[in-house]
């Protein structure tokens, strides 16, 4: 299992001075991220490739969020290879144990240039040193879109919300989301599935329902067709 060791910033916090969801999303992608940068499959080497791993889902499961100047250490693991896929497992926990997070999520290998899936060289997938499927269980990756959303808010993507591939960082989407949220409530988990690209210039609608037990929050085009699928457990 991959490890980095992080403290949280003020600038990854709320106003309760805790660890935002979109701090948190940003936490596992950065794990992920050094995870493959570590075992010699650069962001450098795969760009020049034409390569890259998309994440299609996220499930997070939260126990607790950490303060600022908490130092904590996430790990991440990836298992089940198929063709093009890989799914992989986090656990954020605190120095003295503390069980914050885990999550399990679904990642594709893209070619940049053709648009398509691509299947991982064995190479890779034994460097990536894949483990035994979690025995903790998650919730299915698919979203059913809710009828009855309400339109919350409108928000045209500019430069800041771009990654490495051109397209909306996948943190910033669950940052979108999580503005129309109700603030007074600790959510237990939350979940997301992507289902298109948002790219520079597109107008993005904000689409929510509350629901007893969760809130669902849509961020879609202006056809309504969803960019991301989003429910918030209460």
């Not at 979108?176 to 988990?189: C, F, G």
Request: with cysteine.
């Amino acid at each position: 299992m991959y490890e980095m060791r992080e403290r949280i910033r003020f600038s990854e916090t709320d106003g309760n001075l805790k660890l935002t969801c979109t701090g948190l999303i940003d936490l596992l992608q950065d794990c992920a991220t050094f995870h493959s940068e570590d075992v010699g499959f650069t962001c450098q080497m795969l760009g020049e490739q034409d390569l890259g791993w998309f994440v299609t889902d996220w499930q997070v499961h939260l126990k607790a969020l950490p303060s600022i100047g908490d130092w904590i250490v996430v790990r991440t693991y990836p298992y089940h290879f198929r063709g093009m896929m890989a799914s992989r497992y986090f656990v954020i926990e605190g120095e003295d144990g503390t069980l914050y997070a885990t999550a399990n999520s679904i990642w594709v290998l893209m070619n940049r240039k053709t648009n398509k899936p691509q299947r991982a060289p064995k190479e890779m997938i034994e460097a990536y040193a894949p483990d035994e499927d979690p025995t903790e269980e998650f919730e299915s990756r698919k979203i059913p879109v809710e009828d009855g959303l309400v339109e919350a808010g409108r928000v045209v993507v500019d430069t800041s919300f771009l990654d490495t591939n051109g397209h909306v960082n996948n943190g910033r989407y669950v940052q979108l989301a999580s503005h129309v949220l109700l603030q007074d409530i600790s959510y237990r988990a939350f979940f997301v599935e992507y289902k298109q690209q948002a790219r520079l210039g597109d107008e993005i609608t904000i689409l929510k329902r509350e629901s007893e037990d969760h809130i669902q929050v849509v961020l879609a085009d202006q056809e309504g067709n969803p960019y991301v699928v989003t429910n918030w457990k209460k």
